[in-house]
């Protein structure tokens, strides 16, 4: 047994700097090594408007674009116009509160739309709400 000496106290002394080193460190690995969701999104060039108030439910609301070469997409996925009556019709059954927004290019033809509208009419389709941009944006 040692008598007379005194136990040393361990004292630890961190400086932050370093923390904060590794800190940037860890978060430049994880930057570069995570991988980015990249949505496919339907580029359109729709027309402006004073107006749109619409409210829309995240899960009960479809999106239709029609493209400049009247290419048909919904929520999309790309749909020939043969098909179209079916897809929303199954849409529209299974909840009556459902709400299709309609967005065209502003270049597309004018008959494509109308199509478009024609197919919701004689669905009886009447929860449509159309795509415009803002006058200011």
């Keep these: 047994m040692r008598r007379g000496k005194k136990k040393r106290a361990f004292h630890l002394d961190i400086a932050p700097v370093n923390l904060i080193d590794l800190l940037l460190i860890l ?5 570069t090594t995570t991988t980015f969701l990249q949505l496919k999104v339907i580029e359109l060039n ?3 408007a004073k107006n749109n108030e619409t409210q829309y439910k ?3 609301t479809y999106v239709l674009s ?3 070469d009247c290419t048909l997409f ?3 996925v790309p749909v020939r116009k043969e098909n ?4 929303i019709r199954a849409k ?3 909840d009556k509160k459902a709400i299709f927004q309609v967005g065209a290019d502003k270049n597309a033809p004018y008959y494509c739309f109308v199509a478009v509208l024609d197919i919701f009419k004689d669905n009886n389709i009447e929860n449509i709400s159309i795509l415009t941009k803002e ?3």
């Design 46 to 48: 729709v027309p402006t």
């Design 92 to 94: 529209y059954q299974q």
């Design 84 to 87: 179209l009556s079916q897809m």
């Design 135 to 137: 006058k200011g944006e």
């Design 27 to 31: 978060l430049i690995f994880f930057v």
């Design 66 to 68: 029609i493209k400049e």
């Design 74 to 76: 919904f929520d999309n």
């Design 58 to 60: 995240k899960n009960l």
